[in-house]
């Protein structure tokens, strides 16, 4: 594990109720990995089944962990981004309460401060969402 779910906010600007990953399991250039285990006090539940901005916002929240931890250059607080923009997006199936979230963020490219990505999140083996996405932030 890169960054474990105490150390979590030290990445991300979010705070509570809006953090929708837990650990960052994973870095490397070509891929970064975190998960989330969905709670039944999550605000983005709706009867038990967790909403479709919640998967978008835990790539969101994925991509922006990884990318500060590859670009902290001795930073001690999180950096805030902006989404650019957010395409391609496929939503196949819907996770439930207690259901545990694995994200995969693929960079594809960086032009300055802005970057894309391709984020898939699974359950399981079961792809639940995947979309791409810009980012733009000063040293995320």
């Not at 906010?9 to 285990?37: C, K, W």
């Not at 930073?75 to 957010?86: D, H, S």
């Not at 391609?88 to 401060?113: E, F, R």
Request: hydrophobic share 40%; aromatic share 8%; net charge negative.
């Amino acid at each position: 594990m890169v960054i474990p779910k105490k150390e979590i906010l030290n990445y991300i600007p979010q705070r509570a109720p809006l953090v929708m990953i837990d650990n960052l399991l994973g870095i490397s250039s070509e891929r970064f990995e975190t998960d989330f285990h969905i709670t039944p006090d999550n605000l983005f539940l709706d009867n038990g089944i967790l909403m479709e901005i919640a998967l978008v916002e835990n790539i969101l929240q994925s991509c922006t962990a990884g990318l500060a931890v590859t670009n902290r250059a001795g930073r001690q607080e999180p950096v805030n981004g902006f989404v650019g923009a957010i395409s391609k997006l496929k939503v196949y199936s819907l996770p439930k309460v207690h259901d545990t979230l694995h994200t995969w963020i693929t960079p594809l490219a960086k032009l300055g401060d802005w970057y894309q990505a391709k984020g898939e999140t699974f359950v399981n083996d079961r792809k639940l969402l995947e979309c791409e996405v810009k980012i733009v932030g000063p040293g995320i």
